[in-house]
């Protein structure tokens, strides 16, 4: 039952990787919102996005149509014929799949299939040591795979190697080594169920190696005994993995360890249980590099241990800090995420920091009580503001504190070394942030506009002459975290990027459809602790304002939450991955084309609600969360942070406000026109008008961003399409699948050559098309802003082809005995003239061949080196070809190559007419 579960999430599995949304009047929609996408031919990836291949090879599938004989199927890579190399999946020979092994760059995968559109799908490749979308290496980088058990570094790029473990559980509660797993079963292995009712050995492999500088390990549950294979996952593992993420937000140049040992005990269950060192947020706070490792890891486990059928995040603090971002800017790695103790994204953590600092350093010197200070720096307890500051500011304040991974003689010193090493989260990411002559980092921290303590005035907590105080000497931080006088100032190209590259986590572009349960422990809100409830409702709000309604993020708030370290826990992790496993389950089986949020709200369990819980895990009362209202908010009051007591949004989502003029009304009456005047004086500009969106404040929307790498970019990427429906007879709704020779890449798309390229997503989904001919066209765009010269197009017919009287037949003629030049370019324009009688198009074929020996090919017999399906309507006169690596080196390398052109039209009558001609083909 469950392969066979597994099997159709193959098939599905490109459909939940993306989400978007869409507009124009052609009413195009993500194909993830279907019922998984349509019988088209297909090829894809399933074990990483085919821009993310890593390791030179990827585990590619084909689709054939279930009308379609796959008899004729023909796979080629780089113009190599691969079909013997893909098997029918599950014994359904309309499902094919190999692991196709890829050049250093990548390859083009082609299918080819009678009667269809030829599909092509781009792979890049990227080396095992990454980087994939983080854009570089952050060094130097301690290695550690010694201590690790992995051997002596084999590079500088951390490399170990990679070592598998057996171990079993005995009868007697303890973990063994399973020395030989194909030999006789131990007498005292223990059983276990697994979530899904299954009985099973409890028998563990763990792998352990290093990903992308990353020591990773997984664990599983495996088969054993004589005839087994312990080297896949056992009938055990129900499909789902669980991928933990360590806390903190630091970069401790240090390799770190994933933990040796026993396996992790939540295998029982069934799941497989997934982590590396540098999935940590303190270890290397960026969510890009974070995703990478998590694609590759998981990569690793699909290929060679097995499908994954879903993925759930569960980590806290800084863990959950990364879940929420890649789940916004890189969705589909995580299927569902259990938080607990979350921050939302480092972006706002800045400005947090920033004003513990400024307020608790002016209140601490300034003769106030604790009541007044508490009143202003808000938090459970006094100590909120200046725990956090003292957990988390080196982070982002201290540029000298850096870990002993780093050679005293590198760091940062404004004296003595200025252009050392600076240890901040925005210097350690600063190809994303970009950086000042001075070689610092940009920073998005800002308090221009900040009147802290409003709220407390307002409320009669703190007085006239106080909330005066205050802001006229709370100053701000400079660039290395030190006290100014003046208020600190955000870049504003930081500021951009902040909220275009998701930094600034609105929820917007993924995350909206991904469900999380936050997991709180209110113990927390009564000592000093940073970790507070008002960030799960910030981020709540955060997302329902971008979505515009209701999102499936939910929080569950008790007195211990998991954590079994104040005792008991009171909704331990488990119970959370149950729910999680079984809300992805039936998003998975929901085959309604509607949007994937509402898809997710709908399918969401029913114990999937904002509720509250006493210390044993009994439901105390089920309704939304809220900061102190309502029975869960009486209990379980949240707590604001300064910048909301100075007037901001609860969302929290503003990193610079827009100005305004002082207006008397804000103060109700508790400021005199003289005080009024003072403040005028503090605020020269104006003060923080939360009612508008903030400066360079945007809604991202625009997911699978890499960083910039730092180098100039000037190369337009490839655009390839993967799945598109049959050329004549195609139904209503059609699918296109795409890819890029450019990782990171975005893409534009139009329905017609008239139309306008709009931004879009693959899948692309378009429906109600009207019978007629339409040609698709899909362009990809790098970070760097090149596009695709010569878009990917796809030319089908929606219904029945129209009956036309014919009198003469349609024929091809080839123009020229030389094509026009190749140049840098993989796609060859073919001058092609085509004449029709009572026909406004012709479709046929354009084949290249050539000599094998030409080649450098053993034989002599001629070998495709590009082909390409094509109808031409009036006035078109070419037809684009994208040629085959081999012939593009020859090309290259001696300026011409011999090619024979074979080229067919659609007659009339319905049979083809063929044109046969030598050209040749030149750089």
Not at 22 to 42: M, R
Not at 391 to 398: C, H, I, Q
Not at 504 to 524: C, F, T, V
Not at 539 to 555: L, N, Y
Request: hydrophobic residues 35%.
């Amino acid at each position: 039952m469950h392969s066979m579960k597994r099997l159709t999430t193959l098939v599905v599995l490109a459909a939940s990787l993306l989400t978007a949304t869409f507009a124009g009047s052609i009413s195009p929609a993500a194909a993830s919102d279907a019922p998984g996408l349509l019988d088209q031919l297909t090829v894809r990836t399933i074990s990483s996005r085919p821009e993310m291949v890593s390791g030179n090879d990827a585990l590619v599938q084909v689709l054939v149509p279930r009308d379609a004989s796959p008899s004729g199927l023909k796979i080629f890579s780089d113009g190599a014929d691969i079909t013997a190399s893909f098997n029918a999946t599950g014994g359904n020979e309309h499902i094919r799949q190999g692991k196709v092994p890829t050049g250093a760059e990548g390859s083009i995968i082609r299918v080819t299939l009678p009667g269809f559109n030829d599909q092509q799908l781009i792979l890049v490749n990227h080396p095992l040591s990454g980087p994939i979308l983080s854009g570089r290496h952050l060094n130097p980088l301690l290695c550690n795979t010694a201590t690790a058990g992995l051997g002596a570094p084999q590079d500088a790029d951390c490399t170990g190697n990679t070592v598998v473990t057996y171990h079993y559980r005995t009868t007697s509660n303890s973990w063994q080594t399973l020395a030989d797993p194909t030999g006789p079963v131990p007498p005292d292995i223990a059983t276990t169920t697994t979530n899904n009712g299954t009985v099973v050995p409890y028998a563990v492999a763990t792998e352990r190696g290093t990903l992308n500088r990353s020591i990773y390990a997984f664990s599983v549950l495996i088969d054993i005994g004589p005839g087994s294979n312990p080297n896949v996952a056992g009938s055990g593992f129900n499909g789902t993995a669980i991928f933990s993420f360590g806390g903190g937000c630091n970069n401790t140049y240090f390799q770190g360890n994933s933990g040796a040992g026993n396996p992790n005990s939540n295998v029982s269950s069934g799941f497989a249980y997934m982590q590396s060192s540098l999935n940590a947020f303190g270890q290397r706070c960026s969510d890009a590099f974070s995703a990478e490792t998590v694609s590759m890891i998981k990569e690793r486990f699909i290929e060679n241990w097995g499908p994954i059928d879903k993925t759930i995040g569960t980590g806290g603090s800084g863990g959950s800090m990364a879940q929420q971002m890649i789940n916004n800017n890189y969705p589909g790695l995580l299927d569902a995420s259990n938080l607990s103790n979350s921050f939302l994204d480092y972006a706002y953590a800045a400005n947090n920091l920033m004003d513990c600092m400024t307020v608790g350093n002016y209140v601490d010197t300034a003769g106030w009580s604790n009541d007044e200070k508490q009143a202003v720096l808000g938090g459970g307890v006094l100590q909120t503001c200046s725990t956090t500051v003292a957990s988390f500011s080196g982070g982002f304040w201290a540029p000298d504190d850096c870990p002993p991974s780093v050679p005293p003689g590198d760091v940062y010193d404004p004296l003595t070394n200025p252009l050392g090493l600076r240890c901040t989260t925005w210097d350690a990411n600063s190809n994303l942030w970009g950086k000042l002559p001075d070689g610092k980092a940009r920073q998005v921290a800002d308090n221009v506009g900040v009147q802290y303590g409003l709220r407390a005035l307002l409320d009669g907590q703190i007085t006239s002459a106080q909330f005066l105080g205050l802001n006229a000497g709370a100053g701000g931080l400079d660039q290395d975290g030190n006290p100014i006088p003046e208020r600190r100032v955000a870049d504003p190209q930081a500021l951009r990027t902040a909220y275009q590259y998701g930094q600034l986590n609105e929820g917007g572009a993924g995350y909206s459809s991904i469900p999380a349960i936050d997991n709180r422990q209110y113990w927390i809100e009564t000592v000093p602790n940073g970790h507070q409830i008002i960030h799960a409702i910030s981020m709540q709000e955060r997302m329902e304002k971008s979505a515009g309604g209701p999102v499936p993020h939910v929080i569950f708030t008790s007195p211990s939450g998991p954590d079994t370290n104040n005792g008991p826990a009171s909704i331990p992790n488990a119970r959370v991955w149950g729910i999680l496993d079984k809300w992805v389950d039936a998003i998975q089986a929901d085959r309604s084309d509607i949007d994937p949020r509402i898809k997710a709200l709908n399918n969401a369990p029913a114990e999937a609600t904002d509720r509250c819980f006493d210390g044993g895990g009994n439901v105390i009362a089920i309704e939304k969360q809220t900061i102190n209202s309502g029975t869960c908010g009486s209990l379980y009051p949240s707590h604001l942070a300064p910048r909301m007591i100075a007037g901001g949004p609860v969302a929290n989502d503003i990193l610079k406000c827009q100005l305004k003029p002082i207006d008397p009304a804000d103060y109700q009456g508790q400021l005199s026109a003289g005080q009024l005047a003072t403040l005028a004086g503090i605020f020269p500009s104006g003060v923080c008008d939360w009612n508008v969106p903030g400066v360079e404040q945007t809604v991202q929307t625009r997911t699978w961003q890499a960083w910039p790498t730092g180098n100039a970019d000037s190369t337009a990427p490839e655009t390839a399409v993967s799945s598109g429906p049959a050329p004549v007879n195609a139904p209503s709704t059609v699918d296109f699948e795409f890819s890029s020779s450019q990782t990171g890449s975005s893409f534009e798309c139009r329905l017609g050559r008239s139309e306008t390229f709009r931004p879009c997503v693959s899948p692309e989904r378009y429906r109600g098309l009207a019978d007629g001919a339409y040609t698709f066209e899909v362009r990809a765009r790098d970070g760097a802003g090149n596009a695709d010269p010569t878009p990917a197009s796809v030319d089908f017919r929606v219904g029945p082809e129209p009956v036309v009287n014919v009198r003469r037949n349609s024929r091809v003629l080839l123009r020229g005995r030389t094509m026009p030049r190749l140049r840098r370019a993989r796609k060859q324009a073919v001058p092609v003239r085509c004449y029709t009688t009572n026909m406004d198009w012709c479709r046929g074929r354009v084949t290249l061949r050539v000599r094998g020996r030409a080649l450098g090919l053993r034989h002599n017999r001629r070998v495709n080196i590009g082909s390409r399906t094509y109808t031409l309507k009036r006035g078109q006169r070419t037809v684009r070809v994208r040629i085959g690596n081999r012939a593009r080196r020859i090309v290259r390398n001696r300026s011409r190559l011999k090619v024979r052109v074979i080229t067919t039209s659609r007659q009339g009558n319905g049979t083809f007419r063929t044109a046969n001609a030598g050209r040749r083909l030149r750089r």
